[in-house]
C-alpha cells in the first residue's frame, strides 16, 4: 500500500529548529518529486518546498527562502524538511506529497500524509 508518514513536528520557541521526515512505504521515493505544504489556521494550504526526483530544489514561498531547506535521503526512502530560525507565522500543519515525475510544480501531488503540527510560540 502507498503511504506517506510525516513526523518530528511539535512545539518550539521563535528562533528554534526543527526536522520533519517524510517517511514512503509501498513505493520507491527515488522516483518521485516530493514537495511539503502547510496549512495554518484559517489560511488555504500554501506550498512550501519541493524536490525533484533527481534532486533539484524549489521554492514555493518566499517566506521560507534562506531558512527552510528541503533534502532526501533515498536508501532510507524519506525526505527531510529542516526548518530554522522559526518564526509563529510558521505555525500550521505540514504535509508531504508525492507525484511521479522530474518537475517541481504545484499540482498534479497524487499521494498526501496525514500532517503533523508545528507550533512556534513563546
Known amino acids: 500500500q502507498l503511504q506517506l508518514v510525516e513526523s518530528g513536528g511539535g512545539l518550539v520557541q521563535p528562533g528554534g529548529s526543527l526536522r520533519l521526515s517524510c517517511a514512503a512505504s509501498?513505493?520507491?521515493?527515488?522516483?518521485?518529486?516530493i514537495g511539503w505544504f502547510r496549512q495554518a489556521p484559517w489560511k488555504e494550504r500554501e506550498g512550501v518546498l519541493c524536490?525533484?526526483?533527481?534532486?533539484?530544489?524549489?521554492n514555493y514561498a518566499d517566506s521560507v527562502k534562506g531558512r527552510f531547506t528541503i533534502s532526501r535521503d533515498n536508501a532510507k526512502n524519506t525526505v527531510y524538511l529542516q526548518m530554522n530560525s522559526l518564526k509563529p507565522e510558521d505555525t500550521a500543519v505540514y504535509y508531504c506529497?508525492?507525484?511521479?515525475?522530474?518537475?517541481?510544480?504545484?499540482?498534479?501531488?497524487?499521494?498526501w500524509g496525514q500532517g503533523t503540527q508545528v507550533t512556534v510560540s513563546s
Open positions: 506529497a508525492a507525484k511521479y515525475g522530474s518537475i517541481c510544480h504545484r499540482w498534479d501531488y497524487n499521494y
Open positions: 524536490i525533484s526526483s533527481s534532486g533539484s530544489a524549489t
Open positions: 509501498g513505493f520507491t521515493l527515488a522516483f518521485y518529486t
